[in-house]
């Protein structure tokens, strides 16, 4: 069971990246996937959601608006939109899968971070 995370960068305030995250080993369908991050310094915060079927989607109020997950489940993958970036988005940011698939549950697999870095 794998979570591999990618997309992340060096990027200025207002740009936008796209992370993506790969999941080998198990069903995507199965699994809610959501996507926390941690910046220096600070305790890990759950950013955003979204339920196995695609149908349910949770965002953080610090980041509702600028960020979109979605998910192809053919692809086994999950991407993070994030637009108009701020220099506080600065942070890992992890992927991960739980169940049941409504995004109710506690993380059960947790992906590597890939890091986003926002220059102001």
């Known amino acids: 069971v794998q979570l591999q995370a990618s997309g992340g960068g060096l990027v200025q305030a207002g740009e936008s990246l796209r992370l993506s995250c790969v999941a080998s080993?198990?069903?995507?369908?199965?699994?809610?996937i959501g996507w926390f991050r941690q910046a220096p310094g600070k305790e890990r915060e759950g950013v955003s959601c979204?339920?196995?079927?695609?149908?349910?989607?949770e965002y953080a109020d610090s980041v509702k608006g600028r960020f979109t997950i979605s998910r192809d489940n053919a692809k086994n993958t999950v991407y993070l939109q994030i637009d108009s970036l701020k220099p506080e988005d600065t942070a890992a940011y992890y992927c991960?899968?739980?169940?049941?698939?409504?995004?109710?549950?506690?993380?059960?697999?947790w992906g590597q971070g890939t890091l986003v870095t926002v220059s102001s």
């Open positions: 991960v899968a739980s169940t049941p698939t409504d995004c109710s549950g506690r993380p059960r697999y």
């Open positions: 080993g198990f069903v995507l369908d199965y699994y809610s």
């Open positions: 979204i339920g196995g079927s695609g149908g349910r989607t």
